[in-house]
């Protein structure tokens, strides 16, 4: 039965790392004492052992050790070997290029459908959709396939903003980035704002967090759903 | 000798579809009666037909006639017996897909090198560089390649946008963007602002425009190049 926490950040402005998530991750690591951090999406080239100390920092104040998944023989130990996973955010090519090259995108895949505790934020969070085709991220590095875990039935786009009332920039809005992927895909995209985040409990997936999240769907407008409700698709 | 007209975006605010460019474009099309127009990028999804109509009303204005590169019997004729070319904007990830698809990577790139006349805008543009991985767009399909045209010795970020000043937004900004790009790559990028186009006369290349361009070095501190100056990079 999957047990995921997946989040749009990190960080919510004004606040430390992981800070907002912290009531909802004693839940998800409840059973757990050492959680395996998978550092490949490296935010702005820092090394894993760097990545992995930010992540340690934040989830010491739930009382909880973190393990760095580059520290074990094979990255596939370290994913049969570990308790619980959380993958931190960074650019999303890099880190779908890594699982891959690592060989861990399918073994990450079955830990997490046999029920491993997953904490996804930002890009590891867009690694629990159908594909990574969401992202917001620049293509620094060309991964094997756009594939990801398929963990949710669908794609997510973490950070999502609204336009800019009265902007007049020329480049698409990131709405207009979703419609775009939806002349050429059927999978549905949804939309989560900094704040929110996704408890996933088996097949059910609940919005969390104060603000509502914005659903697309090809060929359907696009709209809102409330904090607290399950995420739904019109199709 | 190369003969390009690299715009970072068809339309500025307030204005038509190209109609910033026309003096210039007046210039580069000079001894051309008909520009064979590259739809590929489809922005919106609307189709080829469609997207052509609107580089035809577009360059009428200049007295040129346009037609579409899917109204040749294959791409590569088109390419061929083509007297200019201009290729718009709309999804990079789609047009570079549809140029491999269609086998003329290769043709345009010789097209540029032995002095087409070459028009591009946003994704158009992008593809003048060495790879597409300094795009904003949404990878919302998977190209065989990253690689691109390599008409230019760097690679183009259109729609350059600057950090918005105390925005409380987590997502990575551009230059923040730019900088992961060269955590694991080394071609230069050059920003390219909303009204500004690259004049590429053989291997000099000038920017246009009342803007100034930011340039991204690895490892060097990125600066402005004023416009009518030509663009060079530190390293």
Known sequence: MKNMVVASTSTVHGS?????LLPALEKLFENVDTVTFIPYARPGGIDHDAYTAIAAKGLAAIGKKVRGLHTYQTAEE???RAEALF???GNTFLLVH???RNGVMEVLR???YRG???LGTSAGSNITGLSMQTTNDM???YPPSFKTLGALPFNLNPHYLDPV?????MGETRETRIKEFHTINHIPVVGLREGSWLEVKGDDVYLRGDLTARIFEKDVAPFETEPGKKIYFES
Do not use: D, M, N, R
Request: net charge neutral.
């Open 139 to 141: 293509p620094i590095i």
């Open 78 to 80: 370290g994913v049969l």
């Open 16 to 20: 430390g790392y992981l800070e907002y």
């Open 116 to 118: 491993l505790p997953y």
């Open 87 to 89: 993958t931190g955010g």
């Open 110 to 112: 079955k830990a997490i």
């Open 165 to 169: 009332k009265g902007s007049t920039h």
């Open 98 to 100: 890594e699982l891959y």
